[in-house]
Structures are given as structure tokens and as C-alpha cells.
């Protein structure tokens, strides 16, 4: 297999023969096409754990950037968990346990699970007790099967339900329902004594499933020491992704809530208030960062991530006044996060004023680059990012230099019309990757290996707005609407405003 060539040193596309030969950077921040500035920051911000405010317009690379940092950040060490508050349920605990206990705990759990054995491994009255073995054969079978496979008969002696006078009847009656499991044959567990090391101990055999559990002293000792914790539930796990995204579409998703329960947490009937606690993106992203793409949208609700930003922890709270939850919370709950926040430009004013000041304060604020300069280096970028396009998709062929060129090409038209530059090449690249895939989607349906050069150009006349497409149907845009909406709904529209009241060198044709 031939070496793959690296594109970040050999900028010289000419002995490219296809996209499968571009070696993609293992790291992920130099997957980022010609942010250079933006990558640097990133950096700092996961080494020195500061926030971040990305600003551009869509397309440009903020969403990646923000995982690319969160790739970068150590492993979460801390799991978070709600523990119930027996003098107080409706005011349920926090729980925060580092790497080594967990790891502790989980070990001291395992030593409560005791050992499984297969029922014929078990002592066999011990077996037949539990329903594994029949009385009858000694034949094994499932202790969901109150007949014996092996010999057609009860597999324990006196009825399928020994001891109780009705067992026969009600068996009957409940198999005949399909419901019979609640009558299987014998007992769940089964508790004796053994000899170990000239002692005598007691030991527990259980059912767990097709094999038989057996539980010692110590492991027995040590789940009496479980059963005497308060139950509690994690609802951040020490195995998490460090990146979280949110789009603020409510307060519950951002900020966590506590489910209804029309029961009222009742203690025999309902569910207890910590089992109903749901941390928010603001939590989950807890040792990681939290992406909040266009920002500006939430509103009000900014006044919360500030909140958290500063005290590094947030309560969670039922947030529907009509709701079981209204009365829980949960105070000090972790919330130590690193936010990298996006924004297009003309949003920055409704951003609040304290979070810029927060962000700017103990962060970077970065307005992104919607174009870079026209050279052989940032060529090589272009084709490096088709490389990625085509590998991240999966479906479609890799391409070869002519369909990449001619993907340059159509970067540098795009850099000129959309941004105004000449001897650029456009970082709009959502744009762009779409385009790689239309011509990787051509390709495929063509039944051809690579994606050519032909194949980039049909897609670029396929890729076109629809706005451009009903100016080339109907001649303007306002002639294409006509066709489709009313006079009322057309004299709503902007444009026919803007048509009926500007002059004709000034209206939208």
C-alpha cells in the first residue's frame, strides 16, 4: 500500500491521483480548513479551560471547532449522582464521586453479585428447590417450565405448586391465559448452610435466569452494607461524551427539570422525587464543553448559563408550576463547563451584555473567516477537505485531482460572488461539502468508481438556490411568486413592497 501523502508538507497536488492517497490529520483541530486564528484559540482554551465566542456565518467550521477542543480536554474523572434525603425526599442530595472511588465501589459491588453457577454445578435438592431439576428424572430444564421436558410429569413431586391445595387449578387456569411465569416452579432462593475451612457458613443460592447465583457469607455481609445506603441515582456518568450540544429549545433541555409524577412521590405508589431528577445540558457537560449554536436565540434564558459560568454549579429544579416536580430540587449541582457559544454577526446585539463580559473576560471572542487566500498551501486545505467530506460520508467514491480542481474552482466563484474577493477561496464550506456529496451521489448512480470532474459540474448547476432557479424560470423572483401566492398574501411580502414603493433602479428583480 502506497504512503499517504501529507498535504500539511507536500502542497503540490499534480501527483495526486485520487483523494484516497490525502493522509487525514489524526488531529482533529487540524481538520479545521483556514481558521488559523480560531484553531490557536482552541488550543489555549483546552489547555487553560476558557470560553469561547465563535461569530460567522453558517457553514464556516464553528461546530467543529467546538468538538475538535472537547477531543482535546482530559477525560471527565467525576460522575455526579442524586441521592435520596430520608429527612427531606422533596430536597434529594448531591452525590460527586472521583475516578478511584468509583472504581473502588464498583469492585466492592461485584464481590455483592457473588458467583454463577450452572444448576447442575448446585447441590441437587438445591436445584429441585429452585425449579431447576426435576424430582422425578433429575433431568435440568428452565425453572419457567413447571413440566418436565424429559419425563412429561410435574417437575416438583405433589403438583406443580407444592403445598398449596389449589396449585393444579390456578396453574391450569393462568396457562391457560399465557400468563403461567408467575406460577413457575419452585423458589426464588433458597438459603442452607455449608462447611468451608472446617466452619460452617450460610449461603444463599438464587435464580438469575438459566444459571444459579450463590452468594457466601462475605458477599451476603456486603449487600446487607449496600441495603443500608440510601438509593441514589447518577445522573452524570464517569463515562460520558466531554462534548455536549444544546439548542436551547427550552429551559428543561438547558437547565434539567424533575419529571411529574401523578402519584405524588407517594412511597408504596409512586415514583421518589431523586429517581425523577433530569440534569441538563449545562450538567452533562460538566469537565467538558457545552456548544450553544446561535446563542442569541435563547433569550433570557442566557441569564442562567451566566449563572453557571460563575458559580460552576446549578440547581435543578421542576420547572411546571402544575407539575409533581414543582416541589423538588436539587441544589449544588456540578456545572464547571467550558462554553464555546456561536453567533451569526448581526446577532452579536442580543447577546447579553454580563455573558459577552463573562466570555470575553475568561475567554476569546473570534469572528471566524469566510474566505482564505488563493495559494498552493490553501489548495492543498481544499483538497485535503474534500478528502475528509468523502471519508466522513462513507457512501460516495473518492474523488480524482480533476473533480478536486474543479471543486477549487468553484470555491474561488463562490468566494467572489458570496464575499466580494478576488484570489480567494471560500470557507463556507457546509456549502462545499454538500456539493462534494452531490457529486459522490452522481457518481454512485452513474455506476462510476470515482468521482470525475463531469460529475462536480453537474452538481454544481443541481446545487443552485432555489431563489436562482425562479429567477431563471420566471425572470424575477416577484414573477415566480405571483405564480403561487394571492394579491392579498403578495402585498404581505417584502419584496412587494419594496418593488411598489422604490424606484426601478432600486427593486428586486
Same mark, same amino acid.
Given at each position: 500500500?502506497?504512503?499517504?501523502?501529507?498535504?500539511?508538507?507536500?502542497t503540490?497536488?499534480?501527483?495526486?491521483?485520487t483523494? /484516497?492517497d490525502? *493522509?487525514?490529520p489524526a488531529?482533529?483541530l487540524? %481538520? &479545521?480548513i483556514?481558521q488559523? @486564528?480560531a484553531? +490557536?484559540?482552541?488550543r489555549?482554551a483546552?489547555?487553560?479551560?476558557r470560553?469561547l465566542l465563535?461569530?460567522g456565518p453558517?457553514?464556516?467550521?464553528k461546530?467543529m471547532?467546538?468538538?475538535?477542543l /472537547?477531543?482535546h *480536554?482530559p477525560?471527565p474523572t467525576e460522575e455526579v %449522582? &442524586?441521592v435520596?434525603n430520608? @429527612?427531606n425526599p +422533596?430536597?434529594?442530595?448531591?452525590?460527586?464521586?472521583?475516578e478511584?472511588?468509583?472504581?473502588r465501589e464498583?469492585e466492592s459491588?461485584?464481590s455483592?453479585e457473588?458467583e454463577?453457577?450452572?444448576?447442575?454445578?448446585?447441590?441437587?435438592?438445591?436445584?429441585?428447590?429452585?425449579g431447576y431439576?426435576?424430582?422425578?428424572?433429575g433431568?435440568?430444564?428452565?425453572?419457567?417450565e413447571r413440566i418436565c421436558?424429559?419425563?412429561?410429569?410435574?417437575?416438583?413431586s405433589g403438583?406443580?405448586q407444592?403445598?398449596?391445595?389449589f396449585?393444579d387449578?390456578l396453574g391450569?387456569l393462568m396457562?391457560?391465559?399465557g400468563a403461567?411465569?408467575?406460577?413457575s416452579t419452585g423458589?426464588e432462593?433458597?438459603t442452607?448452610t455449608?462447611k468451608?475451612?472446617?466452619?460452617?457458613e450460610?449461603?444463599v443460592?438464587?435464580?438469575s435466569?438459566?444459571?444459579i447465583r450463590?452468594l457466601?457469607?462475605?458477599?451476603l455481609?456486603?449487600?446487607r452494607?449496600?441495603e443500608?445506603l440510601s438509593p441514589?441515582?447518577?445522573i452524570?456518568?464517569?463515562e460520558?461524551?466531554p462534548?455536549?450540544?444544546?439548542t436551547?429549545?427550552?429551559?428543561?433541555?438547558?437547565?434539567?427539570?424533575?419529571?411529574?409524577?401523578?402519584?405524588?412521590?407517594?412511597?408504596?405508589?409512586?415514583?421518589?422525587p431523586?429517581d425523577r431528577?433530569?440534569?441538563?445540558a449545562?450538567?452533562?457537560a460538566?469537565?467538558g464543553v457545552?456548544?450553544?449554536d446561535?446563542i442569541s436565540?435563547l433569550?433570557?434564558?442566557?441569564?442562567f448559563?451566566?449563572?453557571a459560568m460563575?458559580e460552576r454549579r446549578?440547581?435543578?429544579a421542576g420547572?411546571?408550576?402544575?407539575?409533581?416536580?414543582?416541589s423538588?430540587?436539587v441544589?449544588?449541582v456540578?456545572a464547571?463547563?467550558i462554553?464555546?457559544?456561536?453567533?451569526n454577526i448581526q446577532?452579536l446585539e442580543?447577546?447579553?451584555?454580563p455573558l459577552?463580559?463573562?466570555i470575553?473576560?475568561?475567554?476569546?471572542?473570534?469572528?471566524?473567516?469566510?474566505?482564505?487566500t488563493?495559494s498552493e498551501a490553501?489548495?492543498a486545505?481544499l483538497?485535503?477537505?474534500?478528502?475528509?467530506e468523502?471519508?466522513t460520508d462513507?457512501r460516495i467514491p473518492?474523488?480524482?485531482?480533476?473533480?478536486?480542481?474543479?471543486?477549487?474552482?468553484e470555491?474561488?466563484h463562490r468566494?467572489?460572488v458570496?464575499?466580494?474577493r478576488?484570489?480567494a477561496?471560500t470557507l463556507?464550506l457546509?456549502?462545499l461539502g454538500?456539493l462534494?456529496?452531490?457529486?459522490?451521489?452522481?457518481?454512485?448512480s452513474?455506476?462510476?468508481?470515482?468521482i470525475?470532474e463531469?460529475?462536480?459540474?453537474?452538481?454544481i448547476?443541481?446545487?443552485?438556490p432555489?431563489?436562482?432557479?425562479?429567477?431563471?424560470?420566471?425572470?424575477?423572483y416577484?414573477?415566480g411568486?405571483?405564480t403561487?401566492?394571492?394579491?392579498?398574501?403578495k402585498?404581505?411580502?417584502?419584496y412587494?413592497f419594496?418593488?411598489e414603493h422604490?424606484r426601478?433602479?432600486?427593486?428586486?428583480?
Amino acid at each position: 500500500m502506497s504512503e499517504k501523502i501529507d498535504l500539511s508538507k507536500e502542497t503540490d497536488l499534480r501527483g495526486l491521483s485520487t483523494t /484516497a492517497d490525502i *493522509l487525514i490529520p489524526a488531529d482533529p483541530l487540524k %481538520r &479545521v480548513i483556514g481558521q488559523e @486564528e480560531a484553531v +490557536e484559540l482552541a488550543r489555549i482554551a483546552a489547555r487553560q479551560r476558557r470560553h469561547l465566542l465563535l461569530v460567522g456565518p453558517p457553514g464556516t467550521g464553528k461546530s467543529m471547532i467546538a468538538q475538535a477542543l /472537547a477531543l482535546h *480536554l482530559p477525560r471527565p474523572t467525576e460522575e455526579v %449522582r &442524586v441521592v435520596h434525603n430520608p @429527612e427531606n425526599p +422533596e430536597r434529594p442530595l448531591v452525590e460527586v464521586r472521583g475516578e478511584a472511588e468509583i472504581l473502588r465501589e464498583r469492585e466492592s459491588k461485584g464481590s455483592a453479585e457473588g458467583e454463577l453457577i450452572e444448576p447442575d454445578a448446585a447441590p441437587a435438592n438445591v436445584a429441585e428447590r429452585l425449579g431447576y431439576r426435576c424430582s422425578n428424572c433429575g433431568a435440568y430444564s428452565s425453572p419457567t417450565e413447571r413440566i418436565c421436558p424429559s419425563c412429561e410429569k410435574a417437575k416438583v413431586s405433589g403438583g406443580s405448586q407444592a403445598g398449596n391445595p389449589f396449585g393444579d387449578i390456578l396453574g391450569g387456569l393462568m396457562e391457560s391465559m399465557g400468563a403461567a411465569a408467575p406460577f413457575s416452579t419452585g423458589k426464588e432462593k433458597v438459603t442452607t448452610t455449608r462447611k468451608r475451612f472446617d466452619k460452617e457458613e450460610v449461603v444463599v443460592f438464587e435464580r438469575s435466569g438459566d444459571k444459579i447465583r450463590v452468594l457466601d457469607q462475605k458477599a451476603l455481609e456486603r449487600r446487607r452494607e449496600l441495603e443500608k445506603l440510601s438509593p441514589r441515582k447518577v445522573i452524570v456518568p464517569l463515562e460520558r461524551n466531554p462534548f455536549v450540544l444544546s439548542t436551547g429549545a427550552s429551559e428543561t433541555e438547558l437547565l434539567g427539570d424533575v419529571r411529574h409524577d401523578p402519584f405524588g412521590g407517594h412511597g408504596q405508589l409512586g415514583t421518589p422525587p431523586y429517581d425523577r431528577v433530569v440534569p441538563g445540558a449545562i450538567h452533562e457537560a460538566h469537565q467538558g464543553v457545552l456548544f450553544l449554536d446561535e446563542i442569541s436565540h435563547l433569550g433570557a434564558t442566557q441569564r442562567f448559563i451566566l449563572t453557571a459560568m460563575q458559580e460552576r454549579r446549578f440547581p435543578i429544579a421542576g420547572r411546571n408550576p402544575q407539575s409533581a416536580g414543582a416541589s423538588v430540587r436539587v441544589d449544588g449541582v456540578p456545572a464547571d463547563f467550558i462554553l464555546v457559544a456561536a453567533c451569526n454577526i448581526q446577532d452579536l446585539e442580543q447577546i447579553l451584555s454580563p455573558l459577552r463580559s463573562r466570555i470575553s473576560g475568561d475567554g476569546y471572542e473570534i469572528l471566524v473567516e469566510t474566505t482564505m487566500t488563493d495559494s498552493e498551501a490553501n489548495r492543498a486545505l481544499l483538497a485535503q477537505f474534500v478528502a475528509q467530506e468523502i471519508a466522513t460520508d462513507g457512501r460516495i467514491p473518492h474523488a480524482n485531482l480533476a473533480a478536486v480542481e474543479a471543486i477549487i474552482r468553484e470555491a474561488k466563484h463562490r468566494a467572489k460572488v458570496l464575499d466580494g474577493r478576488d484570489g480567494a477561496l471560500t470557507l463556507r464550506l457546509r456549502e462545499l461539502g454538500g456539493l462534494v456529496r452531490s457529486a459522490g451521489d452522481l457518481a454512485v448512480s452513474m455506476s462510476d468508481a470515482i468521482i470525475d470532474e463531469k460529475h462536480v459540474d453537474a452538481a454544481i448547476r443541481r446545487s443552485r438556490p432555489v431563489e436562482e432557479q425562479i429567477k431563471e424560470r420566471y425572470g424575477s423572483y416577484m414573477r415566480g411568486l405571483g405564480t403561487d401566492i394571492s394579491s392579498a398574501q403578495k402585498e404581505k411580502s417584502p419584496y412587494y413592497f419594496w418593488n411598489e414603493h422604490m424606484r426601478d433602479d432600486q427593486a428586486y428583480h
